[in-house]
């Protein structure tokens, strides 16, 4: 189990976490990609420029057809990108845009020529590359940009920019392991692109002990001495043949990672090429981010009038442009200016429909909402017109069914049936339910002495029972028509339906039951019987 880590050394963590990231933010970064379709050899270059530019670049971006450059603008911002390499096709050749975040300029150039990393690597004996190349940065070298032009200057700083700047007396030596060089030809006006791989090694002593430096040993089976190898190195392969002198010996001012290499000691520096090559040339500069006046333009060259006319036109459709948008603000404030108006206007007829509604509400219906007050008044008035008109004095239950609004359906109703309990038998009880509004008829004998009033709309037979309107076959007794769906005979007629079918077995119909001399016609009657 290790030892905790002490505060001391926590802090200094933290400390350089918080160093690594501001210098990470403070480099630039870069988007390499492309617009439009482009071939698979075109898709191939963009991802090995994505290496060289490694590790301050989008190594995985994806890119979709439906995505545009302000896409990629958006994004670039939160994240702190600060170029974008951008790569096209034509029918003319390939191109490539190189834009500074966020308002330019923009550097147009046509690839020429171009190889491809995979080729370049498989054309060398020997390559040296590997994974531990690429967590650095590459030294930026830049040659022939020191003549005259504005636009030669301006491609320079654009390619410093693109890579992080390097104090010489900060820096450490084992971190440069690649390096990028950009030579520009003032005669063919064309920039040549190389990418290499660092390789130091140590001078000033034989092959044979160079071979012995080295991590692979020789082979000394056919030496009788080992002063052979040291001094003649001997049966060396001529590939291991050395190519160094004063163009790439310097005097190294720090160790570097490599056996021999010691600090204030002579070593070799060697290139080897690991791709990809381009050629280059500059075409247009534009001031905007992909837009703006043209500052420069390698084909196309323009008088003072001209590019005067063409500021006036620029300016001219800038101030088209703030006066349409001026006026569309002007509409949109208007618009939502009548639509707050309109939702209040909305709210406010709301609330007056709820208010009308709550006074309709409150409004007192005489007879149905005066049930307290108001209903014993009128009950008053109906005891004091019958004094005045009789001559007696009412009887307690007379108007009790207006105290029983009073008190509500439930109360003065159980002293009625305990009061009528005694009085009425259960055959007067029967001979009020055979009778058509019995109990609200017994209840007018009461309140007005057992004065006889003939029910209306009907005649009173001798027995006191009434005649009931004669119905015919198809109406019941409310007026509406029966629907017979059972197995019934109508004068010889046959009903499929069996529905309301009889259940006995006597008889055939539903209506053969015997009756007197009162008996309805139409109905069919058992043979024999009648």
């Given at each position: 189990?290790?030892?905790s880590?002490?505060?001391?050394?926590?802090?200094?963590r933290?400390?350089?976490?918080?160093?690594?990231?501001?210098?990470?933010?403070?480099?630039?970064?870069?988007?390499?990609?492309?617009?439009?379709?482009?071939?698979?050899n075109?898709?191939q270059?963009i991802?090995?420029?994505?290496?060289?530019?490694?590790?301050?670049t989008?190594?995985?971006?994806?890119?979709?057809?439906?995505?545009?450059?302000k896409?990629?603008?958006?994004?670039?911002?939160?994240?702190?990108?600060?170029?974008?390499?951008?790569f096209?096709?034509t029918?003319?050749?390939?191109?490539?845009?190189?834009?500074?975040l966020?308002?330019?300029?923009t550097?147009?150039?046509?690839v020429?020529?171009?190889t491809?990393?995979?080729?370049?690597?498989?054309?060398?004996?020997?390559?040296?590359?590997?994974?531990?190349?690429f967590?650095?940065?590459?030294?930026?070298?830049?040659?022939?940009?020191?003549?005259?032009?504005?636009?030669?200057?301006?491609?320079?700083?654009?390619?410093?920019?693109?890579?992080?700047?390097?104090?010489?007396h900060k820096?450490?030596?084992?971190?440069?392991?690649?390096?990028?060089?950009?030579?520009?030809?003032?005669?063919?006006?064309?920039?040549?692109?190389?990418?290499?791989?660092?390789?130091?090694?140590p001078?000033?002593?034989?092959?044979?002990?160079?071979?012995?430096?080295?991590?692979?040993?020789?082979?000394?089976?056919?030496?009788?001495?080992?002063?052979?190898?040291?001094?003649?190195?001997?049966?060396?392969?001529?590939?291991?043949?050395?190519q160094d002198g004063?163009?790439?010996?310097?005097?190294?001012?720090?160790v570097?990672?490599g056996?021999?290499?010691?600090?204030?000691?002579?070593?070799a520096?060697r290139?080897?090429?690991?791709?990809?090559?381009?050629?280059?040339?500059?075409?247009?500069?534009?001031?905007?981010?992909?837009?703006?006046?043209?500052?420069?333009?390698?084909?196309?060259?323009?008088?003072e009038?001209?590019i005067?006319e063409i500021l006036?036109?620029?300016?001219a459709?800038?101030?088209?442009?703030?006066?349409?948008?001026?006026?569309?603000e002007?509409?949109?404030?208007?618009?939502?200016?009548q639509?707050?108006?309109?939702?209040?206007?909305?709210?406010a007829?709301i609330?007056?429909?709820?208010?009308?509604?709550?006074?309709?509400?409150?409004?007192?219906?005489?007879?149905?909402?005066?049930?307290?007050?108001?209903?014993?008044?009128?009950?008053?008035?109906?005891?004091e017109?019958?004094?005045?008109?009789?001559?007696?004095?009412p009887?307690?239950?007379?108007?009790?069914?207006?105290?029983?609004?009073?008190?509500?359906?439930?109360?003065?109703?159980?002293?009625?049936?305990?009061?009528?309990?005694?009085?009425?038998?259960?055959?007067?009880?029967g001979?009020?339910?055979?009778?058509?509004?019995?109990?609200?008829?017994?209840k007018?004998?009461?309140?007005f002495g057992?004065?006889?009033?003939?029910?209306?709309?009907?005649?009173?037979s001798?027995?006191?029972?009434?005649?009931?309107?004669?119905?015919?076959?198809r109406?019941?007794r409310?007026g509406?028509?029966?629907?017979?769906?059972?197995?019934?005979?109508?004068?010889?007629?046959i009903?499929?339906?069996?529905?309301?079918?009889?259940?006995?077995?006597?008889?055939?119909?539903?209506?053969?039951?015997?009756?007197?001399?009162?008996a309805k016609?139409?109905?069919?009657h058992k043979?024999?019987?009648?």
């Amino acid at each position: 189990m290790g030892k905790s880590k002490t505060k001391n050394q926590k802090k200094s963590r933290a400390e350089a976490n918080h160093v690594a990231q501001e210098t990470y933010r403070s480099v630039p970064h870069s988007f390499v990609f492309h617009r439009g379709q482009v071939g698979k050899n075109v898709a191939q270059l963009i991802t090995d420029v994505r290496r060289v530019m490694e590790p301050y670049t989008a190594e995985h971006l994806k890119v979709r057809k439906k995505n545009v450059l302000k896409d990629f603008v958006a994004v670039a911002g939160p994240i702190g990108v600060t170029h974008f390499m951008i790569f096209g096709k034509t029918p003319a050749g390939v191109t490539m845009r190189l834009a500074r975040l966020p308002k330019g300029p923009t550097l147009y150039f046509k690839v020429l020529k171009y190889t491809l990393m995979k080729d370049v690597v498989s054309s060398l004996k020997k390559h040296r590359m590997h994974g531990k190349q690429f967590t650095h940065h590459p030294l930026l070298i830049l040659n022939n940009f020191g003549s005259n032009g504005m636009h030669i200057k301006l491609m320079a700083t654009m390619f410093q920019n693109m890579f992080p700047s390097i104090n010489v007396h900060k820096v450490l030596l084992n971190t440069i392991k690649r390096c990028v060089l950009l030579n520009y030809s003032p005669e063919t006006q064309e920039i040549e692109f190389r990418h290499y791989s660092l390789k130091v090694v140590p001078v000033g002593m034989s092959r044979g002990v160079k071979k012995l430096m080295q991590e692979r040993f020789p082979n000394m089976s056919k030496f009788e001495d080992i002063s052979e190898l040291m001094m003649k190195g001997a049966k060396l392969s001529e590939s291991e043949a050395e190519q160094d002198g004063e163009h790439n010996i310097t005097e190294l001012p720090q160790v570097y990672s490599g056996r021999g290499n010691m600090a204030s000691e002579q070593s070799a520096i060697r290139l080897t090429e690991i791709g990809p090559r381009m050629t280059l040339q500059l075409t247009k500069i534009q001031d905007g981010m992909a837009g703006g006046n043209v500052m420069y333009h390698a084909t196309i060259s323009k008088t003072e009038e001209d590019i005067q006319e063409i500021l006036q036109r620029k300016e001219a459709q800038m101030k088209a442009k703030a006066e349409r948008r001026k006026k569309q603000e002007k509409n949109v404030a208007q618009k939502k200016k009548q639509k707050e108006e309109h939702k209040k206007k909305s709210l406010a007829g709301i609330k007056r429909k709820a208010d009308d509604k709550d006074k309709d509400n409150e409004v007192e219906d005489p007879g149905v909402q005066d049930g307290g007050a108001g209903a014993a008044v009128e009950s008053d008035d109906e005891a004091e017109y019958y004094r005045q008109a009789v001559g007696e004095e009412p009887d307690e239950d007379m108007f009790l069914k207006k105290r029983r609004s009073k008190d509500g359906p439930r109360g003065p109703a159980k002293k009625m049936r305990k009061l009528n309990g005694n009085k009425t038998s259960g055959q007067d009880k029967g001979a009020k339910r055979s009778v058509p509004g019995g109990r609200y008829k017994d209840k007018q004998e009461k309140k007005f002495g057992n004065q006889e009033k003939k029910p209306f709309g009907k005649k009173q037979s001798p027995g006191g029972k009434p005649f009931r309107k004669k119905t015919s076959d198809r109406e019941n007794r409310f007026g509406g028509k029966k629907k017979f769906e059972g197995k019934r005979t109508f004068s010889g007629k046959i009903n499929k339906g069996k529905a309301f079918q009889s259940k006995s077995k006597k008889s055939k119909g539903v209506f053969n039951k015997k009756s007197g001399g009162g008996a309805k016609q139409g109905f069919k009657h058992k043979k024999g019987k009648g």
